[in-house]
């Protein structure tokens, strides 16, 4: 598949997680296997109005690319403004491969000012804020929707051709409904449906975690690319075992001492990226998530989310790695 000049075939992508998908985040999937990452929503209101604390989580360096940056809001001119700044570089960051437009954010706050998923009860105004970034800027436009607003108003294929007659490049599509949340299932049928009314790239998002629901979501609905996102969360091996499995290849198992490396190193990434203080309060519940599954975690776990130095981070995962040899 093809997203203005990134061409892949089966392309893994890295999930915006608004409070995760930071250049850290973003750096070490790419190193375990993600194709293209994406950053978290960033508000297209606040980048216009030249709010501090959103320019950097728009900012991307030279070294994550291929990644797109997501933008959310509901006022088309202001969405395309925001393009136009996002497309120059934030932050003193470069470009993007392309820009992102959320219409699947489901939390209330979002949705009751009519943007994220509450953009999917109105397929016109999908168009126009499409349209606009188009118009706006030379990258590549994408879209991320879900299933629909609720069961009864499934209309993703809806959405999706309006996107795409609107200049859209692609489609991420979490096959959820706003209602769902997190919650239940994805409805893969969905994905099989928008696949087969545009023509664009779609990618397949929801419950990706593993060798069997990657290849289970390939089979079920034909789509062009996975998207994977709370599974990536301290584990950002989950691309490296989905590349096998697509390949027919071996899986490779995790070992603690991989764990421990790759929690340290994204760790470092984040302290490069914002200094030691913030970085350890902000990406301590990532490092905690490395242990998942192992002897005693969650007691580890607790204590990582206390730590306050990288050298307190490394003492808990070495001892609660050691615990599990
Ligand atoms: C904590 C969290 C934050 C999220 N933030 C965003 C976001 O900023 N933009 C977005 O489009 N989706 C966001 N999502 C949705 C994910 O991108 C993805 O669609 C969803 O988690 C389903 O994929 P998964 O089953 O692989 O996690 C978020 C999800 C979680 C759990």
């Known amino acids: 598949m ?17 409070g995760y998908t930071d250049r850290a985040m973003r ?8 194709d293209f990452t994406e950053s978290e929503m960033v508000s297209a209101r606040a980048l216009v109005y030249q709010d501090r ?4 989580l728009a900012r991307l360096l030279p070294d994550e690319l291929p990644a797109a940056v997501q933008l959310f809001g509901s006022d088309p001119a202001i969405i395309a403004e925001a393009a ?22 489901p939390v209330r706050k979002i949705v009751s000012n009519g943007e994220g998923s509450a953009l999917m009860r109105e397929p016109n105004k999908i168009a126009a804020i499409v349209s606009a970034v188009v118009k ?69 998002n929801g419950d990706v975690s593993d060798a069997k629901s990657a290849r289970r979501m390939l089979a079920e609905t034909g789509c062009d690319g996975l998207m994977i996102g709370r599974a990536a969360v301290g584990c950002p091996f989950v691309f490296r075992e ?33 200094g030691e203080r913030v970085a350890v309060m902000e990406s301590r519940k990532q490092a905690a998530q490395y242990l998942f599954g192992l ?9 990582i989310c206390e730590a306050k130095t990288r050298e307190e981070v490394e003492a808990i995962l070495r001892a609660a790695l050691e615990k599990t040899e």
């Open 2 to 18: 093809k997203i203005g000049d990134f061409k892949r075939d089966l392309p893994l992508f890295l999930a915006p997680m608004a």
């Open 84 to 105: 136009k700044i996002v497309a120059c570089g934030t932050a003193g960051g470069v470009a993007p491969t392309a820009i992102d437009l959320n219409f699947g954010c």
């Open 242 to 274: 989905v590349r096998a499995a697509l390949k027919g290849a071996p899986i490779p198992p995790v070992t603690n001492v991989e764990r421990l490396s790759a929690a340290l190193l994204q760790l470092d990434f984040a302290i490069a990226d914002k």
């Open 295 to 303: 002897r005693d975690a969650a007691a580890y776990r607790r204590r």
């Open 136 to 204: 706006a800027v030379s990258l590549p436009v994408t879209v991320k929707i879900r299933a629909g607003w609720d069961a009864a108003e499934k209309n993703a294929a809806e959405c999706a051709r309006a996107a795409e007659a609107a200049g859209a490049s692609a489609i991420f599509l979490h096959a959820r409904t706003r209602s769902q949340f997190y919650a239940g299932s994805a409805d893969l049928s969905v994905i099989r449906e928008v696949k087969a009314a545009v023509r664009i790239p779609v990618v397949g």
């Open 27 to 34: 750096l070490i999937c790419r190193r375990f296997g993600a």
């Open 53 to 56: 604390k959103s320019a950097p």
